[in-house]
């Protein structure tokens, strides 16, 4: 075996490398997948303490009702939406493909719902302020409602994507499995 450096093994030129092992695809796209996903539940978990703290503020009258406006209902049920996140980083250690259904079903019901919920709650405010330039709820000093609307599309973005890479690692461990059935 040569160094970087050093002369080239006696007998070859250097076209010998057809023959050795690589990993299989599925692995390495396992890889790839967790990666992604673990960055979005990093996400996710910014929003998350965001809104925690948000909610806490208001609720614990921490600054005064001008600054911190008071939640809005579809933010309590939101605040489960970090289960189906914990599922997810459970399952990836062994592959547990049954964490993996259970954080995706879980992430629908505990996140994507409760976002659906948040547009159709805030749409009469945000309809109040684009039509009439009327706000009645506030964060430090702008409208709740646009700045909850941005948190509302991100939070479905970074969802989206989560179950699209969860989605897709599924069927990188269905392939690997397989495999390992047929032999």
Same mark, same amino acid.
């Given at each position: 075996?040569?160094?970087?450096?050093?002369?080239?093994?006696?007998?070859?030129?250097?076209?010998?490398?057809?023959?050795?092992?690589?990993?299989?695809?599925?692995?390495?796209?396992?890889?790839?997948?967790?990666?992604?996903?673990?960055?979005?539940?990093?996400?996710?978990?910014?929003?998350?303490?965001?809104?925690?703290?948000?909610?806490?503020?208001?609720?614990?009258?921490?600054?005064?009702?001008?600054?911190?406006?008071?939640?809005?209902?579809?933010?309590?049920?939101?605040?489960?939406?970090?289960?189906?996140?914990?599922?997810?980083?459970?399952?990836?250690?062994?592959?547990?493909?049954?964490?993996?259904?259970?954080?995706?079903?879980?992430?629908?019901?505990? =996140? &994507?719902?409760? +976002?659906?919920?948040?547009?159709?709650?805030?749409?009469? %405010?945000? $309809?109040?302020? #684009?039509?009439?330039?009327?706000?009645?709820?506030?964060?430090?000093?702008?409208?709740?409602? =646009? &700045?909850?609307? +941005?948190?509302?599309?991100?939070?479905?973005?970074?969802? %989206?994507? $989560?179950?699209? #890479?969860?989605?897709?690692?599924?069927?990188?461990?269905?392939?690997?499995?397989?495999?390992?059935?047929?032999?």
């Amino acid at each position: 075996m040569a160094s970087r450096a050093g002369p080239r093994a006696a007998g070859t030129d250097g076209s010998d490398f057809e023959h050795r092992e690589r990993v299989a695809k599925h692995y390495q796209m396992s890889v790839t997948l967790k990666y992604e996903i673990k960055k979005l539940i990093y996400v996710h978990l910014v929003i998350w303490l965001l809104l925690v703290a948000k909610m806490s503020v208001g609720h614990l009258r921490l600054l005064s009702h001008d600054q911190v406006a008071m939640p809005y209902q579809w933010e309590y049920p939101y605040l489960l939406s970090i289960l189906p996140s914990l599922l997810g980083l459970l399952s990836f250690p062994r592959n547990n493909i049954s964490y993996l259904v259970l954080s995706m079903i879980s992430m629908g019901l505990f =996140s &994507i719902a409760p +976002l659906i919920y948040g547009s159709m709650e805030m749409f009469p %405010a945000a $309809q109040q302020l #684009y039509r009439h330039g009327k706000a009645y709820r506030f964060l430090f000093g702008f409208s709740a409602v =646009s &700045i909850m609307y +941005l948190v509302l599309v991100l939070a479905v973005q970074v969802h %989206a994507w $989560q179950l699209y #890479y969860s989605k897709k690692l599924l069927d990188s461990w269905f392939t690997s499995t397989q495999e390992k059935k047929h032999k």
